[in-house]
């Protein structure tokens, strides 16, 4: 491991200890993309064991808890067996407690498409060797006449997060592992409808346990961030929930990372990423993600604004009516400056960054302006 690995991991050990010692029980974090949230979760878990004599104190969601599933295609008979098999793992002792009738129940704010079964190991406590997909056809439907399908990556993500909802409900795992909950980004994937639901579940998890446990929420989704943050700090429940909340950015410079506390208004958390983008610019050090910092710009205004395109630059004084992808409006080819192995773009490439970025500045604080004073928070049902 280089140096500057060796900086960083030591970074994020440091700041695992540092959420683990915030005297509060909900923690939000906001990352971008590589800050390390996903290592900090497993730092996190190596700490909290080290301090419970080796043993897990928590239970967690992240990026290896969907490394769990993988497709089996059933390529030798055309898919007509195609599943989702789950690896073996120590959640497998578990399975047998968990209710399929509770994922269901949390499957239903999706409106999924399909139904499910699932198939266990030969040894049912040995628990669930696979899931397989099927669309819905009625509640007597005749299942030897049904055909296994594959859903979709957004599906599969929304289906291994409704069963780990339901795993969390399982008192023999989660009552032993009482400590703490890690969630980390169960958004990747998912279109703005089921952000929104799998916030409302995720507000859902910390009203029934901030009181008894410490739950840790990361993302690099600004979006959900906003969400819950707004959820948390001004929607009708926010008095229950002022004095246990913490909120922190996730910064990297490459060489460390620090947690940086976030109290101020989140939707003004568009400031932090043009501020730097305009030190990238100033200092001529622009490289790759820098593109993908400015795309995520306009993409989560257009996004929060109901719009298909953000312009770069206009000089109507009203706002358009847009149709158009934000990815296209920007007009960089996106697969030539991911693809090639530079980390550093051209100076030609430079020029077109800066030049767009100052032009489209306006626009972006424009229509974070409307976003605050007009644009009505999210309210949850139910």
């Known amino acids: 491991m280089s140096g500057s690995a060796d900086a960083v991991q030591h970074s994020l050990s440091q700041l695992a200890t540092q959420i683990a010692d915030v005297p509060k029980s909900i923690v939000l974090v906001f990352a971008f993309n590589g800050t390390g949230k996903t290592r900090l979760s497993m730092e996190y878990k190596d700490l909290t064991k080290s301090r419970n004599k080796g043993e897990h104190s928590g239970v967690y969601y992240n990026a290896y808890s969907e490394d769990l599933f993988h497709w089996d295609n059933d390529d030798e008979n055309d898919g007509a ?49 696979s899931v397989q997909f099927f669309l819905k056809n009625g509640s007597d439907a005749d299942y030897s006449k049904e055909v296994a399908i594959k859903i979709s990556r957004g599906e599969e993500q929304v289906f291994i997060w409704c069963f780990f909802l339901a795993l969390f409900e399982v008192q023999s795992w989660t009552g032993k592992q009482s400590s703490h909950f890690f969630i980390d980004d169960p958004v990747s994937s998912l279109d703005d409808h089921n952000i929104f639901v799998t916030a409302s579940s995720v507000m859902d998890l910390i009203e029934n346990h901030f009181r008894q446990r410490k739950i840790i929420i990361t993302t690099h989704h600004i979006g959900f961030f906003s969400i819950l943050w707004d959820w948390l700090k001004k929607g009708e429940k926010s008095e229950s929930y002022k004095k246990q909340i913490q909120t922190f950015v996730l910064k990297s410079d490459g060489e460390t990372c620090k947690l940086v506390p976030q109290d101020k208004e989140v939707f003004l958390f568009h400031l932090h990423l043009l501020r730097t983008l305009q030190l990238a610019v100033d200092q001529n050090q622009l490289f790759a993600f820098h593109f993908a910092l400015l795309r995520q710009v306009l993409e989560n205004v257009s996004s929060f604004l109901g719009v298909g395109e953000f312009p770069l630059s206009s000089n109507r004084s009203d706002f358009p009516i847009l149709t158009k992808s934000p990815a296209s409006s920007t007009r960089f080819p996106t697969r030539q400056f991911f693809a090639t192995k530079r980390k550093k773009w051209f100076p030609t490439t430079n020029d077109c960054f800066a030049t767009s970025f100052h032009v489209s500045k306006p626009n972006i604080n424009l229509y974070f302006t409307r976003l605050i004073h007009d644009r009505p928070r999210p309210k949850r049902t139910g």
């Open 81 to 129: 067996d195609i599943r989702l098999v789950v690896r073996r793992s120590s959640l497998n002792t578990y399975h047998a407690n968990l209710d399929d009738a509770v994922l269901r129940e949390k499957l239903a704010a999706y409106r999924p498409k399909y139904d499910f079964r699932f198939h266990y190991q030969s040894d049912t406590s040995e628990g669930i060797e």
